[in-house]
């Protein structure tokens, strides 16, 4: 990943996001991610899509999908 981004600000302004959406995915309360922020977000870090979603499984055997912003 692209080095710099320590701050929820940062990954903002780098990847031209509202602060309340960087926040979110910050933390991992997106639900859903737009194509065009998953875009953004990848040319902000230095990444692609892949590098980025997640399929964890859960306590119940199921799968999560998640999205890997915060290093």
Do not use: N
Request: net charge negative.
């Amino acid at each position: 990943m692209e080095r710099g981004i320590t701050t929820i600000t940062a990954l903002a302004e780098r990847a031209q996001l509202a602060y309340d959406t960087a926040r979110d995915l910050w933390h991992g309360r997106m639900q859903r991610i737009d194509r065009d922020v998953l875009a953004r977000v990848c040319v902000a870090l230095g990444v692609q899509p892949g590098d980025l979603l997640t399929l964890e499984e859960s306590d119940k055997g199921q799968y999560v999908p998640g999205f890997a912003v915060a290093a």
